[in-house]
């Protein structure tokens, strides 16, 4: 059974730096990885979609990478502002099925 | 429509009640899902449609929980006889086809059981 973890469960930093959050996954026959952004009280927001014959996508200050023989991705955010502040989820999506499981996220709060 | 919409924004039942959520998604998405996310964690998958066949299912937690997309657009997730363990937000998306394209989320409706 794919399960997904995300550490830190939280993270603060201050303004301006650079970050990285991370996913695992044990099961590394997947479909795509996705990462997404929450805002409390609204819902998710894709950021990145990478399938599982690329190894990074990039969009604007996001880049996210995959390494899925480690079971293993990375959301780098750079130069990072008060506006980042959310909660960030990566989900996977097996193959043959159309079920995203999902990490329970990292709450990403950026100090101006 | 701009986005996925989704209706009510906030539900409150009392136990036993019955209660129907709907999801207007993103028009021409052929793809529309359900999910159910808890306090404090990721989001759960209930059920997949696809058009108006409903391909998976095999995330409802019980057979209080029935969800239709009778045309291929509109989706509304009922629950009966309500739980207080049913209390959570319920999340709509919606894709142009399957997984391989970013899913569109509405804001989803917070369901309280009393």
């Known amino acids: 059974k794919q399960e997904v973890t995300q550490i830190p469960a939280a993270l603060s930093v201050p303004e301006g730096e650079n970050l990285v959050l991370n996913c695992s996954f044990t099961d590394s026959a997947i479909y795509n990885l996705q990462w997404f952004r929450q805002d409390p009280g609204k819902g998710l927001t894709s950021l990145l979609l990478?399938?599982?014959s690329q190894r990074e996508q990039t969009s604007g200050r996001l880049n996210a990478s995959l390494d899925k023989s480690s079971g293993r991705s990375t959301l780098y955010i750079a130069a990072s502002q008060p506006g980042d502040s959310a909660t960030y989820l990566c989900?996977?999506?097996?193959?043959?099925?159309?079920?995203?499981?999902w990490g329970a996220g990292t709450k990403l709060i950026i100090k101006p | 429509g701009a986005g996925v919409s989704q209706s009510p924004r906030y539900k409150v039942a009392k136990r036993g009640q019955d209660v129907a959520l709907r999801c207007d998604p993103i028009?021409?998405?052929?793809?529309l899902f359900w999910y159910q996310q808890a306090l404090g964690q990721g989001p759960e998958f209930l059920t997949y449609f696809q058009n108006e066949a409903q391909l998976d299912k095999s995330g409802l937690p019980s057979d209080r929980f029935f969800a239709e997309r009778p045309e291929g657009s509109v989706s509304t997730l009922k629950i009966q006889r309500t739980q207080q363990e049913d209390s959570a937000v319920y999340l709509c998306a919606s894709s142009t086809q399957g997984m391989e394209q970013k899913l569109f989320f509405g804001s989803g409706t917070q369901l309280s059981v009393l």
């Open positions: 990478i399938q599982s």
């Open positions: 989900a996977v999506s097996g193959v043959g099925n159309y079920q995203l499981i």
């Open positions: 028009s021409g998405h052929v793809s």
